[in-house]
């Protein structure tokens, strides 16, 4: 089983917490707006590279990043310099564990300073893996979604009610995922959580979708892709997640990542 | 204890989950981004009337809109289907009961028609209420945030650990405030969590601070503030979170607050 | 024939210039994003009073503001301020000439200092028209177009001779309508113009395109709307140019503006 | 003096007009922001890879994409279709001539069919250059602005006489280096024209500026870049108009850019 070797970028706004509040505390719905729109537009930029962000804390972004370059990374700190009242902070890092590559980048972040230190802006660490040692099968994603969540949960019980359960469901698999397979698993809206995983067996998967339901009542269904990118490995797993919705199965691979894994 | 009487917008997406797939998945940094400046968009055109919308699920967001009437809410709609490749439909309520509301809207918007039933678009639901009727103290918010987020956890655990901890301490202030005091709480990025809340005693603030340490280990510290909007309430509640973090106190309330609750 | 009492807010943006080449050039297509996000997002504000913003230079943009209060400018400036690493300065001034109430606005921006004065920041200057004086008939809109743009010139021309055609009559009627009648007139893009116009006779109208056609050989048609704001007057514009495409007719009133003039 | 191999796109909204007042006309005020959200948009998903969109007449857009290959083209009409309510037709040509470039993109685009022609919709016509054949002197960048154009214009004429000046300035510059040189220019924001040139002696930039002088009155200076892409060119077009501000001069190349021409 080949080894993925994910590459993994922390954006961290630089010393956001204090600019909130000062002089006073901002207006909710300003910064409501400007937290997205940062977001859609470094998911755009990273987008155009074939990676993923992931919104995350908002403050602290997630990215999975195998195509973008140093350049690319410079370029994005760039551009919201250009044209957001704050800046961003960028680490970067690569591993055969996609939990290790984001805590080696959390480190290098940490070492240069505090998130809060008024000193510390717009560092840019750590190295993206070289063009020469990239690989078709660098990154692994399995996309998991609630089954028929319209129908039970939607249509059924009050919006807030259907959001927690879906918060709930997220929670427990993100920390399943984490400590059992060190994978990085993230909300994207909807009932929808893409997970950035190392090579897993099928049976990995089960026992996560047994383990949610176990502590949910929630049945979830999973699709996996593997690709150079997260892009590539992404559609796989949403083109597998279809089939799983078509055929009424629970797990499917995309054609592509069946012997990946 | 005069009663709150706060309006809440349901906002659902028309059958988005089967156009994110169709013809075939679309492409995920483009859903994000999408979902993210619709997001933003709605966040403005409400905050222009003083109102908070909170992202939720994305395809399902919850707007606090005392404030916004009937045109305001068709204006939205408006601009969401002249804007972009999706369609919104909205439901208003309103009920001392921040959670009664929201299911009175969620009623009236299932009523309708299911989320993914492509005949149902652009549902305006629900009655906004009348000028004469508001109040001063018809909304009642709750600002929380964890105590030294940075210090204890951004700049010691790794991004992804930070990002879990703030998730559980999120999840079971979440559940908890719902459970018992029929309370609404959502996160709105880095560790803040805005709980849209009836009148509670200093008391029920204190139990549920103490529930989450015993439950997460996490201290929170929390802001209240009443007003006639969203935004008055909710900016006492974050002068109110900036006393505390003066102070080194858990609970502060605005003084505009004090006699309201 | 009633006087108009058009509301012009002069939108400026502090020291813009300076900052584009500040410590070095900025990147161009940061700016051009940063420039057009940025009247988008005043363009929907000031859109949520049934206002118009034209982007005129980007630097400095002009909006007819009739409806919306020196509350409603004060927010636009806030959340420009929040989101954007740049500032505004607004001026407000009302009269019966278009015309004169953009100049009353610009001297008082410019008697409060330099749009390059570093001190000079968020000017907020003028009174808006008190609700109690506004009338039904405040704001009188005219949009033009070419006629058969797209037979005549798109589908012929090359793209840049389309594109010279258009800014060649443009600038044509944007001087005609300024030198005979004090009104302002502004591209928004395709083959459009939209001009804040005071009271006018048909023959007027006549006299501006047959000018227009006598200098570029280019043939406009206009549709004329009136109301309190500048959304009602425009969409009887919108109105009444349909009608002309659809009778084959160069100048239509919009029924509700047929005693106005 | 070596060829320019400028590369040029034409970005065409498919059926725009007829989209704009389908089923009646769309509020002006979400048209604005859509178009100017739009070319934001293209503006950076070019800018990502060193190209430059100029707004044109928003609804046809123009293009110096050297350095994009079909597949980033590709990616930017599936970004628009899968965020905006409109779609995107695209089209590639490249000349030693900008005038010549554009001429060959529209050509292919006219071809496929109308601009209003429903049944044409996201065209993609035409081969960027191979990276093979790329040079680094492929894009020439001319860049004016208007001397003082605060201290003369801005702080002392009235907003509209100061953006009608700008606009005469614009149009003449724009006819005569269309007419004289076959160049391309575009109005980008304040008092600046950004103009994609073939090489041209200092001489011919002489005889632009006298002419604008003499049939407007005002000066304008400029600044000339080289590069392989759009970004590269602008970037030392500007650094040469910043040496202009600095020394007085009217005409500087950027050093790179000295013996390219």
Known sequence: MPDTNVQVT???????????VTP??????????????????VSRAFG???????????DN???VTNGADASAHARVQETVRNRYPVTVSLSVAADASPADALAAATRRLQTAGSAQDEARTEVLAGDPIPAGRRTPEDVRIAHFDVDDVTGRYTDRLDAYDSHLTVERVRVELMEYL?????????????????????????????DAIDHVHAET?????????????????????KHALEECRADGTRLERNADAAYGD
Chains 1, 2, 3, 4 share one sequence.
């Open 61 to 63: 972004m997630v990215a």
């Open 178 to 206: 984490r400590e059992r397979h060190g994978s990085l698993a993230f909300f994207v809206g909807g009932d929808n959580v893409i997970a950035v995983v190392p090579g897993l067996a099928d049976r990995a998967y089960d």
């Open 48 to 58: 155009a590279h074939d990676g993923y962000v992931f919104f995350t804390r908002f």
């Open 10 to 20: 922390l954006l961290q706004l630089d010393n956001y917490g204090p600019w909130t």
């Open 217 to 237: 009542g929630v049945d979830l269904k999973v699709g996996v892709g593997v690709g150079s990118t997260a892009h590539e490995a992404g559609h796989g797993a």
């Open 24 to 41: 006073e505390p901002r207006r909710e719905s300003d910064l409501q707006s400007l937290q997205a729109s940062l977001f859609a537009d």
